[in-house]
């Protein structure tokens, strides 16, 4: 038997006469709460017979974490910051306030160990509630999480198969009679609803069987016209408050897109910035972004285009398996990864959101662009809206900028344009992408015509905003990086050497920085030893600290925040816990999906760079390879300080830039 100081498995509450328990400074102590920290620096230990111990704490929006140390050695089951193993009592968000058991140590030999807390700040909250010791039988593999989860899959498995033989011997006329019940429950709009997507269905058949002469009237509008009945028709479905009219006028889109799918896939490109919630239509109960209910319409009228043409020749369906390329390969992989990491997220519900608009969505565009493989003119349709999108931020930034609207004051009061954007930051990500773009286009576009002084008038604007963004990664990242890999390939293809013109920029550069230290307020802003560099530093200890405790698959997609905030923020960055990623692209995919979602992700990006590399355009295209190598380089450089791939716009650029490099190396007719 056990000495009666020692505590046995199970629950302690934490008083000064609990077993094993011993308090040092000026607790206080309720039959009901447990301990009071008093100030920083009280002590508490427990002396407990097991292999594992956890404490039962309260979790809140109050900053304080206990140091844990057991036998005199870190918690093997907690993160470390400056001072030691700790455990954070700030809670993960900030209208949470719970008890709950946190272990802290694990795996221990079967015997008497000895825990020791000390407390940092947390007086006042009741924090410490008590104690629980578990003991694990020496058989460890049997516990293992992953065991159990491979076990449940299994038993999902087992039961869909279940299922699936249960269904073939169901009574389907009563089911089809519980249908009929549910159908009359319904309100007269939901009937209406369902009515009219029958009835479109039925139309889209009978177009098939007789619309010939129909459709060859919507081919003869020609391409302008085609375009500005679709950009006509999707404005009218997102700014109608009336629910038939917006209903019809989606039907009427899915039409259109189905006759002529690279409009839809246009259409998204002109969406990519508009995701935020400002843009958000209100459906029933819930909201969506353009580019959301734009890339769901497009796909299934792709997908209904393909099916149904008739001339199968022409229908350009995915090649077959040994003829797909890399990216698609790499892609499969990263879809596959970021699936698999939901069973091991603690917040589904956001991870599962994430999921939806950052992976899956961006992915079918991507998946769209193969499948269509669009003519040139149908390509630079594409290409010309993405622009047209970018400008269409920009002279929004502008105008808030004028007027003094919806602006960002930064350090020294300096004004940073937003626009629609929640940062500023944004923007500059954003821009960072198509500037490149702009800029190839006015160097090397000489073969392109009054597209070229169309993008270089668009590049007056959103030059004209990313300066007026002053960030930081964007302005001496970012941009500089891209357009060096433009100016770079320019200078070869003149066959003219490039060193002497980088010499000149750097001088200039040098000569701008310290001009820019002679104004206090960009001075502060441009202070790379400033106090956004130390808390940056800080951020990236914790979230290797987070991929140490979270190796395989990460906290999960958009679970950063929380994990970061309550559980791995370090003690020197306390000031600003409400960081929802690690401004860093190694640390980003690293955290998210763990070190098999980097895989994926390097993956990924090293396919597009391949693909790249392998594509031999003409003088046309040229100016669009080297503006995507210039986008490639500025998402790199941006996205070692900054977000890179998991927002919704920056994931649609990279398949963009990934599907039309697939499609640069095949490329289609003309017309």
């Not at 509450?13 to 102590?29: S, T």
């Not at 808030?400 to 609207?405: A, S």
């Amino acid at each position: 038997l056990q000495p009666i100081t020692v505590a046995r498995p199970g629950f302690h509450l934490a008083q000064p006469d609990g077993a094993g328990q011993q308090f040092e400074g000026g607790w206080r102590f309720s039959p009901e709460f447990g301990a009071d920290i008093s100030d920083s620096g009280d002590r508490a230990s427990l002396t407990f017979w097991g292999t594992d111990i956890g404490l039962r704490v309260r979790r809140a929006d109050f900053r304080a974490r206990l140091y844990v140390t057991v036998d005199g050695q870190p918690a093997n089951a907690l993160p470390r910051d400056e001072n030691g193993t700790m455990l954070i009592l700030t809670s993960p968000s900030q209208a949470d306030d719970y008890v709950t058991t946190e272990l802290v140590a694990r795996n221990l030999p079967p015997g008497v160990h000895t825990v020791e807390i000390v407390a940092s700040r947390g007086w006042d909250q009741w924090a410490l509630n008590g104690w629980s010791v578990g003991y694990r039988p020496p058989n460890p593999w049997l516990w293992q999480p992953w065991l159990w989860q491979l076990g449940l899959g299994l038993t999902a498995v087992f039961a869909l198969l279940l299922a699936l033989h249960n269904g073939r011997l169901a009574d389907w006329g009563s089911i089809g009679r519980a249908v009929r019940q549910a159908y009359e429950r319904l309100t007269e709009w939901a009937q209406w609803g369902l009515t009219a997507v029958a009835a479109l269905i039925v139309a889209v058949m009978g177009w098939l069987t007789w619309g010939t002469h129909g459709s060859g009237l919507y081919r003869r509008l020609g391409d302008v016209g085609q375009i500005a009945l679709t950009a006509a028709t999707a404005a009218l479905f997102y700014v109608t408050p009336n629910f038939i009219l917006f209903t019809l006028a989606l039907l009427l889109l899915f039409l259109l897109i189905y006759l002529r799918p690279a409009w839809g896939l246009a259409l998204i490109a002109l969406c990519f910035p508009f995701y935020i919630n400002d843009t958000l239509k209100p459906i029933f109960v819930y909201r969506f972004s353009p580019v959301e209910i734009f890339t769901l319409v497009s796909f299934i009228a792709v997908i209904l285009n393909l099916l149904t043409t008739k001339n199968k020749r022409d229908s350009h369906l995915l090649p077959t398996p040994h003829s797909l390329h890399l990216p698609d390969y790499c892609l499969l992989l990263f879809l596959t990864v970021a699936t698999l990491s939901l069973p091991f997220t603690e917040r589904l519900n956001v991870a599962s959101n994430e999921w939806r608009v950052v992976i899956m969505e961006p992915a079918l565009f991507y998946v769209m662009l193969r499948l269509l493989r669009p003519t040139q003119r149908e390509m630079w349709v594409i290409l010309d809206a993405f622009v047209l999108g970018a400008v269409a931020v920009a002279l929004i930034g502008l105008g808030q900028y004028v007027t003094g609207y919806n602006l960002i004051t930064a350090e020294g009061g300096l004004l940073r344009l937003r626009a629609h954007y929640g940062s500023p930051n944004n923007v500059a990500l954003y821009f960072g992408r198509v500037i490149p773009l702009l800029a190839a286009m006015v160097l090397l576009g000489k073969e392109n015509g009054r597209r070229r002084w169309w993008y270089a008038a668009a590049a007056m604007p959103i030059g004209l905003a990313m300066l007026l963004t002053f960030s930081k990664g964007g302005l001496l990242l970012g941009v500089p990086a891209g357009l060096l890999v433009v100016f770079w390939q320019w200078q070869r293809q003149a066959g003219r050497r490039t060193w002497p013109w980088l010499l000149a920029a750097a001088i200039v550069g040098g000569a701008g920085l310290l001009g820019v230290q002679q104004i206090p307020q960009l001075a502060e802003r441009f202070n790379v030893g400033s106090a956004t560099a130390v808390f940056r530093l800080n951020l990236w200890r914790a979230s290797l600290e987070m991929v140490r405790q979270h190796p395989w698959f990460g906290v999960g997609l958009d679970n950063f925040l929380y994990a970061y905030r309550g559980r791995y923020i370090l003690d020197a960055a306390w000031q600003e816990p409400n960081l929802n990623h690690p401004h860093n692209i190694i640390l980003d995919f690293a955290t998210r999906l763990g070190l098999l979602g980097l895989l994926a992700g390097t993956a990924l990006f090293a396919s597009l760079a391949y693909t790249l590399h392998r594509t031999r355009p003409d003088t046309t295209w040229r100016p669009v390879v080297v503006g995507m190598w210039g986008s490639l380089a500025a998402i790199l450089t941006h996205g070692l300080v900054d977000h890179s791939f998991f927002l919704v716009d920056l994931a649609f650029v990279f398949y963009l830039w990934l599907g039309t490099a697939v499609w640069l190396t095949h490329l289609p007719p003309e017309n």
